[in-house]
């Protein structure tokens, strides 16, 4: 299987790799692993499931597998966490914990989930890493001087894991707009109140009065369970390449659920400065 077809793969068919690529080190291109979501519900208090580990390099790829917390800040994204009250880990055990994944060869990791009785009805989640044993040495070169240095980075790659305890479901409502005048993007600001996290998409019109300046879609994007997040909008169109100073409105419906079966719908004002 092609690396890069495993890597827009995922449990709900979601291509989301800007959030589960962990380049705090790095991801390496060779290595990939699916599914990049698992989301699932815990049945009497138990879940399981597996990931398969890709290896295409000429090369034995060997890792350590571990877990940590995350959440997604509505301003920067994926945020990883030292401690979460909804963190998964405590109650997460899997195989192997160190792995050997041959050249040309996969390797399965197994996963279960078994909850206390008294633990309280919610989403926990976690991400499960699978970080190289050995670091890669990378060249840089610094434009400003020229000087041309070495570093050492550790390869890792993440899988977000969501098991939902109880009828917990998403609720998603759009509540505000703004521009941003650097990127000029205007952002969309989502609220999930629910205690389930989900990928939303969608689509938008932009007016100024009742002239429609443009239109289009909401790429997926996580909303964490309880948490916002600012969605981006770039109104440009061939003939206008930055927005007028003056007021706009902006509307459209949100998408969410397998198979984008929840809508609701959305209108919001926002302002673009002298």
């Keep these: 299987m092609n690396v890069a ?15 589960f690529l962990l380049w705090g080190s790095v991801a390496r291109a060779d290595i990939a692993i699916t599914p ?3 989301e699932t519900e815990a049945k009497r208090g138990q879940a399981q499931g597996t990931m398969t580990v890709y290896n295409q390099a000429p090369e034995a790829f060997r890792a350590r597998v571990y877990t940590a917390p995350f959440t997604y800040d509505k301003e920067q994204g994926f945020q990883a966490l030292k401690s979460s009250p909804n963190d998964l880990s405590p109650y997460l055990q899997f195989s192997p914990t160190e792995l050997v994944v041959p050249s040309s060869g996969k390797r399965k990791i197994r ?16 991400m499960i890493f699978t970080e190289n044993l050995q670091a890669t040495k990378v060249t840089q070169t610094n434009q400003a001087n020229q000087v041309t240095f070495i570093t050492s980075v550790v390869p890792r790659i993440g899988v977000t894991v969501y098991v939902r305890k109880g009828d917990v479901l998403p609720n998603l409502v759009a509540n505000s707009a703004r521009f941003n005048p650097k990127s000029n993007q205007v952002q969309l600001l989502v ?30 994007t996580t909303a964490i ?27 459209g419906e949100l998408k969410w659920g397998e198979g984008k079966t929840n809508h609701t719908p959305f209108s919001v004002s926002f302002t673009v400065p002298q």
Aim: proline share 7%; glycine share 10%.
């Design 36 to 38: 990049m979501v698992v």
């Design 111 to 126: 996963f279960i989930v078994r909850f206390p009785p008294n633990l309280p009805d919610g989403e926990y989640r976690t």
């Design 5 to 19: 077809a495993i890597g827009r793969c995922s449990l709900l068919g979601s291509c989301l790799l800007s959030s």
């Design 191 to 220: 609220q999930n109140t629910g205690k389930a996290s989900a990928v939303v998409a969608g689509n938008w019109t932009l007016k100024q009065g009742k002239q429609e300046i443009s239109t289009g879609k909401i790429n997926d």
């Design 225 to 251: 369970a309880q948490g916002e997040r600012y969605l981006l909008i770039s109104p440009q169109t061939p003939q206008q390449t930055k927005l007028a100073p003056g007021e706009y409105q902006l509307s």
